[in-house]
T-cell receptor
Framework: DVKVTQSSRYLVKRTGEKVFLECVQD?????MFWYRQDPGLGLRLIYF???????EKGDIPEGYSVSREKKERFSLILESASTNQTSMYLC?????????????FGPGTRLTVT | GNSVTQMEGPVTLSEEAFLTINCTYT??????LFWYVQYPGEGLQLLLK?????DKGSNKGFEATYRKETTSFHLEKGSVQVSDSAVYFC????????????FGKGTLLTVNP
């Protein structure tokens, strides 16, 4: 079974803190994604990476950065957390090849910024 | 650009009722279409998919048919169960080398016994 794990299920941080969200997949997938999920807005893509050290901005990259030093790990960084970044963050990965392949999702990290 | 519009919820049904969640899309080319489901407290998991026109995806009693002429991928189930209570997301992938998904806003389904 493909497994995508995220470092924390729940996280509470203060405004201005630097926050790291970690995601690890065990299926040697090239492509990894970070989304945020908000009620009424669905899932919105923050950043994605199609290879080690490669990254591309998604639809809402402002206030975020990412790091991919190893194939299995994709980190989302909030340089200076703000209350409007309170959200559910979901990581996903997919194998390159047939675009009909599914994205595999982690369980999510619910981040609260106070 | 790509977009997905799905029926707004929440949807509340009684057990054994018929379910339809509408989904329409806008995309260039020939996208692949997906339904993902999110059970309470969990991440998303793929429910079914279709990669070309007229394909029917099916899983766990759910079905959806890729209709290119109406740009639709409606989700149906003949008899829902309490355990089907979840959020359902319609999504598309328009191909290319990055495998990005465009999601609808999600539909919350609650099934009462």
């Amino acid at each position: 079974d493909v497994k995508v794990t995220q470092s924390s299920r729940y996280l509470v941080k203060r405004t201005g803190e630097k926050v790291f969200l970690e995601c690890v997949q065990d299926m040697d997938h090239e492509n990894m994604f970070w989304y945020r999920q908000d009620p009424g807005l669905g899932l919105r893509l923050i950043y994605f990476s199609y290879d080690v050290k490669m990254k591309e901005k998604g639809d809402i990259p402002e206030g975020y950065s990412v790091s991919r030093e190893k194939k299995e790990r994709f980190s989302l960084i909030l340089e200076s957390a703000s209350t409007n970044q309170t959200s559910m963050y979901l990581c996903a990965s997919i194998l390159s090849g047939d675009r009909g392949h599914e994205q595999y999702f982690g369980p999510g990290t619910r981040l609260t910024v106070t | 650009g790509n977009s997905v519009t799905q029926m707004e919820g929440p949807v509340t049904l009684s057990e054994e009722a018929f379910l339809t969640i509408n989904c329409t899309y806008t995309a260039t080319g020939y996208p692949s279409l997906f339904w993902y489901v999110q059970y309470p407290g969990e991440g998303l998991q793929l429910l079914l998919k279709a990669t070309k026109a007229d394909d029917k995806g099916s899983n766990k009693g759910f079905e959806a048919t890729y209709r290119k002429e109406t740009t639709s991928f409606h989700l149906e189930k003949g008899s829902v169960q309490v355990s089907d209570s979840a959020v359902y997301f319609c999504a598309l992938s328009s191909g290319g080398s990055n495998y990005k998904l465009t999601f609808g806003k999600g539909t919350l389904l609650t099934v009462n016994p």
